[in-house]
């Protein structure tokens, strides 16, 4: 635009550009009111929901993973359970056999859903798409056995219990509350940086045009690669804290549904990598499992009829605030 045309233009065309940084303002202010009363919950709260919030922000991260891939990758993963399985059982065996809590295997748990997600990423680098879920999908398929099969490591149908405390003086039941909420926190506040960085910014690039980004010497391989250990990582971790916070770990904890519901929270958090985005996501996958309960067969028809309801709900939010949610702008 020339710059004789921009300072022809209307000062009232300026109004909404001026508006929104005030308006980022208040939803950041929302967010650090959401973050103050989440730390004093458990002064408030009793122990049901001290426990339930805990497991709520662990899948809160688990549903950041999947909607990180979703966001910078471009691909959708039916099988992030098996990244979730990986932190989890990596804590519960070196409780196991090392004797070490928590916080000395959480970056090994990070380590270990990295590597896992290198490892599916390079065969698969040419895969996208359907293709791509329909892969994702087999391997949330075959975790469940190879867990059976190596009941003398993964303690079987029994699972594997998480039983040190890890932070020495503090009571169980806060330890699993705030660990996870931490956690979470630290993931939103780590990716939030990532997104002003320059590899956020090559691997939207790539997403966005393969040819002009590996025109200016980003290639898509690395791309793959990069997201998906990311992403791995980031479920790894969730799931190391969802066993701290659940005591246990089985392989019935991670089905092919869990993969499926994890996608689903993503879509209801529209994919956000924010604080209040990932706890929607978080709410909806830990919370309405336990509403729908009683419902026998009514629960498929009740949880399309709830996902359904909130899509729509968050479609009908003001763009300022949904904006906020998915992450744009920032």
Known sequence: M???????????ADAPAAAVPATRRRLFGLSGVLALALLCLPL????????TLGLCFANAIAVIAVSFLVRFGGEVSIGHGVFVAAGAYTVALAEKYLGVSLVASLPLAAVVGALLG????????????????????????????ILLHFSHVSGGYEGLYVKLDALPGVSKPLQRYYLPLFGLFAI????????????AMALLLIRTSTYAAESLGV???????????????IAAIAGALLSFSSSTVSPNSFTLWTSIFLLVGSVVSMYSLSLMGGLIGGLFLTLMPLLLAGAGDW????????????????????????????????
């Not at 490892?119 to 056995?145: D, K, N, Q, W």
């Not at 399309?304 to 003001?318: D, I, K, Q, R, S």
Request: charged share 15%; aromatic share 8%.
């Open 188 to 199: 939103v506040a780590l990716l939030r940086h990532f997104r002003r960085s320059r590899q």
């Open 219 to 233: 290639r898509r391989s690395w791309a793959r690669l990069s997201c998906m250990a990311l992403s791995a990582s």
């Open 299 to 330: 629960v498929p028809i009740l949880y399309g009829a709830a996902l359904l309801a909130v899509m729509l709900g968050a479609n009908a939010l003001p763009a300022a605030l949904r904006g906020r949610l998915e992450g744009r702008g920032r």
């Open 118 to 145: 290198i490892l599916f990423a390079f065969p698969s680098r040419h895969l996208s798409g359907i293709s791509l879920a329909v892969a994702t999908m087999a391997l949330a398929l075959a975790l469940p056995e």
């Open 44 to 51: 408030l709260g009793g122990g049901y929901w001290t426990y």
């Open 2 to 12: 020339r710059p004789s045309a921009v300072a022809d233009k209307p000062r009232s």
